[in-house]
């Protein structure tokens, strides 16, 4: 059986708002929020747009600190991780100064729960 990704109307409606943040000046910082009921697709659209977009994807998990976090971004960037959560916050910054990127965290509500965010 072949795998093929559906374009549905929620991919299409989720493809067209990412376009949308991305067509804004970049001095404008930007952030959004993809919710809904358990099962309509979202971290799989976020997958193949992450993939399709050379984008930063940290999946949150259960018990995750803001260190743990920021640990992922920056592996996810290709660097390792300093100690403090300071300095691999910097560099983080900084890499992404150099070669912007949208960082998508799914399953954020683990965060919130942890009081990460």
Not at 24 to 43: F, R
């Amino acid at each position: 059986m072949n795998k093929k990704f559906v374009k549905t109307k929620n991919v299409k409606e989720f493809v067209g708002f990412m376009e949308e943040l991305k067509s804004l000046p970049l001095n404008i910082p930007k952030i959004a929020l993809v919710y809904g009921d358990y099962g309509l697709g979202k971290s799989e659209t976020i997958k193949w747009w992450t993939f399709k977009n050379d984008c930063v994807y940290v999946r949150a998990t259960k018990g995750m600190s803001v260190r743990w976090l920021l640990s992922e971004i920056a592996e996810e960037l290709g660097e390792e991780p300093y100690w403090h959560s300071q300095e691999t916050f910097n560099m983080i910054e900084n890499k992404l100064r150099q070669n912007p990127k949208t960082i998508i965290i799914d399953e954020v509500d683990y965060l919130i729960n942890n009081n990460v965010i």
